[in-house]
């Protein structure tokens, strides 16, 4: 087999596991509310649940830092994948309050795990193929929300138990997967002994702009995915049925901007792409706390899939090229600040607006993203234009020839 059939298997691999976590986290956060009923959790213990999902997969990420110095991420992406489904499974199987509780703490391990390595190969992968395709696995997780929200709305609407709602997914998926991580592609580039070092003597100093940048966008995620439809029912006056439309519209845009954002990082560059996403995302939450009605805030929702979309998948790029030699250090500790933003967003943004007001509230996002601006530089510029003047070819292989992420 060539070294182009094995890259464009192993993309294609990847690419399908990334389509099925996005399936699985869907399936699981839109049914929150059944599984509270399930559980008799009351509103109270509600959060602690919640809370406990992001902070086991922050931990977990560290040890998949320190497992992968032993085993290849590919090993771990393959193992945590099945893990994950199961515990989603246990989640719909159980009848106690303990029951779900290890259910989602299985959830929370085996999900940091598996976004950690997945990230590491992406990264390794787009070091192997010389331009940028980072994006387009992240838009794979995108079209894997929208169906796994779909197929959860039509459990809620023909009441199906939620073991019978999640078995469909889990059987089909499961073994598809296991199946596609025969092809998972580790990479070369940056692996062996200089990972085994960490990020060296200020290492984590340097890879901190980044780690701010992505756990302000995840608290710009987060506040979409939990405030949306209450902020367009109860402020902008929607109905509960529109009410529901901003998640949808909002994946939407994300999974389309994502599809064709590695054609604007060839052409233009990381640091510009993210700038024009930023903006763009700052100037959703500004049309959002200003809307007059329903349907202008629909707008605003649209701008942050488009501005947001393209943000998480450059700063897990940009680390990799920040260090190559230790990338998925790099990855790891930078996958802990993503669950860091889901953790504070929601709560902050709910404080915000019980202590002022929810118009006020959309107003601490955008300024929280508008600090990806001045951290664009860790972002790189010719380093990160893969497929212009950074990419020249071997042979029939594309290879990066760039100064790697010390550049900047």
Request: aromatic letters at 10%; a positive charge.
């Amino acid at each position: 087999m060539t070294d182009d059939v094995r890259l464009r298997r192993g993309r294609g691999a990847l690419g399908f596991s990334f389509f099925v976590q996005g399936v699985a986290f869907a399936l699981l956060v839109t049914r929150i509310p059944a599984i509270q009923d399930r559980y008799g959790i009351s509103d109270g213990l509600l959060p602690a649940f919640l809370a406990a999902v992001p902070i086991l997969a922050g931990a977990s990420s560290v040890a998949t830092e320190h497992l992968v110095k032993r085993v290849a991420p590919s090993v771990v992406l393959r193992w945590a994948q099945p893990l994950v489904l199961l515990s989603l499974l246990g989640v719909g199987a159980g009848g106690q309050m303990w029951h779900v509780a290890v259910a989602l703490g299985a959830f929370g391990l085996s999900v940091g795990a598996l976004d950690a390595s997945m990230n590491m190969l992406g990264v390794s992968l787009q070091r192997a193929y010389g331009r940028s395709i980072m994006l387009g696995f992240h838009a794979a997780y995108s079209l894997g929300g929208i169906l796994g929200a779909s197929a959860a709305w039509a459990g809620a609407h023909w009441e199906l138990d939620l073991f019978v709602s999640y078995l469909p997914a889990v059987v089909v998926l499961l073994p598809l997967a296991f199946l596609g991580s025969q092809r998972y592609v580790d990479g070369t580039a940056g692996q062996g002994e200089a990972d085994g070092k960490g990020l060296g003597a200020g290492g984590f100093k340097l890879l901190l702009p980044l780690c701010l940048v992505m756990a302000c966008a995840y608290i710009g995620d987060s506040t979409v995915a939990n405030w949306s439809a209450k902020y367009l029912q109860d402020v902008l006056g929607s109905s509960e049925q529109m009410a529901t439309v901003p998640y949808n519209v909002y994946m939407v845009t994300t999974l389309v901007g994502r599809a064709v954002g590695d054609l604007g990082v060839r052409r233009f560059g990381a640091a510009t792409v993210v700038r024009a996403g930023t903006l763009v995302a700052a100037g959703g939450f500004a049309v959002v706390a200003s809307a007059p009605g329903a349907w202008v805030g629909m707008l605003g929702f649209t701008l942050l899939g488009i501005g947001l979309c393209v943000i998480v998948p450059q700063t897990f790029a940009a680390a990799g090229r920040l260090f190559p030699g230790a990338s998925d250090t790099a990855v790891a500790r930078l996958n802990i600040f993503n669950y860091v933003g889901f953790l504070i967003g929601s709560p902050l943004v709910g404080a915000v607006g019980d202590a002022w007001s929810y118009r006020g509230a959309m107003l601490v996002p955008m300024a929280l993203v508008l600090v990806t601006l001045f951290q664009a530089r860790s972002f790189g510029s010719e380093g990160a234009r893969y497929g212009v003047r950074h990419e020249r070819r071997v042979g029939h292989r594309p290879v990066d020839v760039g100064r790697g992420g010390n550049e900047v």
